[in-house]
């Protein structure tokens, strides 16, 4: 009799809770809020296409003091590191501000999910949605400057995914020193002002002095988005493009870079990352 009742008992408690349904079940709970707030929409979506328009006009005017820059395929790969930098970092860490100051994350972590799955399902949305993003903005661009096909679609893969944990780790650093969702733009400005300008975006690494073009490969952002460009160009500005087994000697200095970088900052994340208000 009793194993009759646990039967049946068991077949109408619903589907059986997993680490990826809980997740998911936060990205939907997430994306509701992405939603209903314009102001997170339009950092999202509006401003990385405003930023791409102005890097259009840098390149543009970079390009008639060096000829032989490849405007196009900067234009795209320097769209793609915008949309992820904004639209992942930033988005992101005004999330995590304002769920652990509305005291969401803390009354989570009592439940099922464990940490990681709560941070990462606070960040499917954003993560979601800066993809779409890089895919659009990639199928526009090849469309309409007529660029080739990847050259190494696994080290474009690569690059993104390293892009975006890099990213999401860096996003939970940096919630630890916000205080408000307000003062997002404040704490997260450091890691966007060196995505843009250091990173290879707004002004390429083959323009600058060597020596500094030696230094900006060193930071955090950079191996990650140097590999989309060379996942897709095979290329990183450094040398003449090479095809599909030539990109992965390319791309190797920038694999050790990333991967160190993504050590340091998860480490970063655990040992700084807050779950409730500061007191």
């Not at 999330?95 to 969401?104: F, H, K, P, S, T």
């Not at 990462?120 to 090849?142: E, N, R, W």
């Not at 205080?179 to 404040?186: K, L, M």
Request: glycine share 8%; aromatic share 8%; charged share 15%.
């Amino acid at each position: 009799m009793t194993t009759a009742v646990t039967t049946a008992a068991a077949q109408h408690s619903g589907p059986r809770s997993t680490a990826v349904r809980r997740m998911l079940a936060l990205g939907r709970a997430e994306a509701v809020l992405l939603l209903r707030n314009r102001t997170a929409l339009f950092t999202a979506v509006l401003l990385p296409v405003l930023l791409v328009l102005g890097l259009q006009n840098v390149l543009a005017q970079q390009a008639e003091d060096n000829p032989s820059l490849d405007v196009d395929s900067l234009l795209v790969s320097g769209a793609i590191g915008m949309v992820l930098a904004f639209v992942v970092y930033y988005n992101l860490t005004a999330a995590y501000v304002a769920r652990r100051g509305e005291l969401v994350l803390k009354r989570l972590r009592t439940g099922e999910a464990r940490d990681l799955e709560i941070l990462a399902g606070t960040a499917v949305p954003s993560v979601g949605l800066a993809l779409l993003m890089c895919a659009v903005t990639g199928g526009i661009g090849a469309y309409a400057l007529d660029l080739t096909v990847p050259v190494n679609p696994v080290l474009l893969v690569v690059g993104l995914a390293l892009a975006v944990a890099t990213l999401m780790a860096l996003a939970a650093v940096s919630s630890a020193f916000t205080r408000t969702v307000e003062s997002a733009g404040i704490t997260t400005m450091p890691v966007l002002l060196l995505s843009q300008f250091g990173s290879g975006l707004f002004f390429p690494l083959e323009v600058m002095p060597e020596r500094v073009a030696d230094f900006c490969r060193l930071l955090p952002t950079t191996p990650a988005f140097q590999l989309v460009r060379v996942g897709w160009f095979g290329t990183d500005g450094s040398g003449a493009p090479t095809g599909f087994a030539g990109s992965w000697s390319t791309a190797a200095p920038h694999l050790v870079t990333g991967g160190i970088w993504l050590a340091l900052a998860v480490w970063a994340a655990v040992r700084y990352f807050r779950w409730e208000p500061r007191r």
